[in-house]
């Protein structure tokens, strides 16, 4: 059995720089409006925030197999215990995983940037469904079905071609604040810090987009320093100066 990262990345560069997933734990529907980046351009039809990011990238990490379907779609064996444990320490509930899956499930992205020469556009999950295969319940000394996830169309194009990131996603899925999860995901899409590291402002505007400003600017840089801590776990370092800075790139 191999997990961590053995099976698939944890993520892909465009899905934090494009801002697929709104930088907050509390997202809005989104009705296709385009969001536009130096990275590219993207517009989501559906609900997804950093919660959903939580998931997604918590399945990717923990998978323990991977099937290629004949149609070029992707098949991942997941054990929802192991989800679980490591998108929370106090462990979601089922119904709160099967609320985010249903978003995920719902959503439409459309990606457009530079880097293709063609638009990506489709879902990040297909279905989930249970798996023949089983693990003991520790607490009923039953048994229980692991899970078969397809990935969506979207996601399998950014697997195989975006740039491919491997890290664990437990410190992101513990920070308090969205836009603390959402600056995290951006930095470590970069293997290299800027000389003296970024001006916090502008990770704020890069994952929240360029017209933030007054009340909104100020709470960010707020709960940015309210994570410092759980930031720090990953290696990113906010200082007096109102700097970003990090130590080691993801793989």
């Known amino acids: 059995m191999t997990i961590g990262n053995k099976v698939t990345p944890t993520s ?23 969001m536009d980046t130096c990275f590219g351009r993207c517009r989501v039809t559906g609900r997804l925030g950093q919660r959903h990011a939580d998931l997604l990238e918590s399945m990717l990490y923990v998978a323990e197999r991977k099937r290629d379907v004949s149609d070029g779609g992707v098949e991942l064996l997941v054990d929802p215990a192991k989800l679980r444990r490591t998108m929370s320490d106090h462990q979601y509930s089922l119904a709160q995983i099967e609320k985010l899956l249903a978003e995920l499930r719902a959503a439409t992205i459309t990606i457009e940037t530079p880097q293709f020469d063609f638009p990506i556009i489709g879902g990040l999950i297909d279905h989930v469904i249970p798996s023949q295969m089983t693990r003991m319940d520790p607490l009923t000394r039953g048994e229980r079905n692991l899970w078969r996830v397809r990935l969506g169309v979207a996601l399998v194009m950014l697997l195989e071609h975006d740039l491919s990131l491997h890290y664990q996603p437990a410190p992101i899925t513990r920070l308090k604040h969205g836009i603390s999860q959402a600056v995290a995901r951006h930095v470590l899409t970069h293997k290299y810090a800027p000389a003296g590291g970024w001006h916090m402002d502008t990770l704020i505007r890069a994952v929240c987009g360029d017209d933030v400003a007054g009340q909104a600017m100020r709470d960010g840089r707020r709960r940015l320093r309210l994570d410092a801590t759980g930031l720090a776990t990953l290696g990113i370092e906010i200082t007096d100066e109102n700097r970003v800075t990090r ?3 993801a793989r």
């Open 12 to 34: 892909t560069a465009l899905q934090a720089r494009v801002m697929i997933y709104q930088p907050t734990q509390r997202p809005r529907e989104r009705k296709g409006q385009w």
């Open 247 to 249: 130590g080691t790139a």
